[in-house]
């Protein structure tokens, strides 16, 4: 699976790599996988997986990036997420 960088408009780094779901999880567009774009802060998905995208130019790889859609990033397994966090603070703080 190829990982390809690229610098948005904005000067962001960006990764971004083909996802194809395993039987069963996902629907509609996503069936057939997805460009995962991660810059770190931002995760965006587009579906479907362009058949250029391996070898696009960059000012391609930014044009698929600005029409996928932006996700939530889930933590890694074992990792607390941000909300899990706060919540765990506010309840420390009301006791």
Do not use: N
């Not at 790889?61 to 919540?87: F, H, W």
């Amino acid at each position: 699976m190829p990982i390809r960088d690229f610098e948005d408009v904005k000067g962001i780094h960006w990764k971004v790599w083909s996802t194809v779901p395993a039987m069963g999880g996902v629907a509609g567009a996503f069936l057939q996988g997805w460009l995962t774009f991660d810059s770190g802060r931002e995760r965006r998905r587009l579906a479907p997986i362009p058949t250029d995208w391996e070898d696009a130019a960059p000012t391609q790889l930014r044009a698929y990036c600005e029409r996928a859609v932006s996700v939530r990033i889930t933590p890694r397994e074992g990792m607390r997420s941000i909300d899990d966090a706060r919540r765990t603070d506010e309840t420390r703080r009301s006791e």
